[in-house]
């Protein structure tokens, strides 16, 4: 017999099957809408999906009109070949549009990650359009990182960093804790 632990259901798996798409300048934006009141958006990091949010669109649905999106190139979002599609206001744009595509004049924002770059640059470029910002974990690439980190970036070595990095690497890099002040 198999224990009752091990016979949770899954309450949300990102599928094709599970959320609509919509046509959003020039993408085939893949998305999940749940709920009714004000609207709210949230927004992965790289390499995630709306399968980041699982845990919690039951929760915040009771309060918002939620709608978690697979980013460009992520999740069932198509994935453009174009390298300049990737880009932070590029994705930001694509958000924005959706957006318009959903008839939303304005947005609350939950962003996790490298998604919360682009939730600064939403704010910042298009401020009358978002409400409020909460930020998990803002993270992002810069020059004060160490090389092998800041090569993930790069398309010609990004493979290479990522392949090298181990837990001993990552700990190299912290400072110890006797160079803390």
Not at 27 to 36: D, M, P, V
Request: hydrophobic content about 45%.
């Amino acid at each position: 017999m198999i224990p009752d632990i091990n016979q949770k259901p899954r309450l949300l798996q990102n599928s094709e099957h599970i959320g609509r798409y919509a046509d959003v300048a020039g993408r085939h934006i893949h998305y999940l809408e749940k709920g009714t009141g004000e609207p709210l958006i949230l927004i992965h990091s790289m390499g995630q999906s709306l399968f980041t949010w699982h845990r919690v669109i039951d929760s915040l649905s009771a309060q918002y009109r939620v709608f978690a999106v697979d980013l460009p190139g992520h999740g069932y979002s198509d994935k453009p070949v174009d390298e300049a599609a990737y880009s932070i206001g590029a994705v930001a744009d694509v958000l924005v549009a959706f957006m318009d595509e959903m008839s939303l004049e304005k947005i609350d924002v939950v962003a996790f990650s490298m998604g919360s770059m682009i939730a600064l640059n939403m704010a910042a470029r298009f401020s009358d359009r978002i409400g409020k910002l909460v930020l998990i974990c803002p993270g992002g690439l810069t020059a004060t990182m160490p090389r092998q980190i800041r090569f993930l970036e790069n398309p010609l070595t990004g493979w290479l960093s990522a392949a090298s990095i181990s837990p001993k690497s990552i700990a190299s890099f912290l400072p110890s804790p006797n160079s803390i002040s």
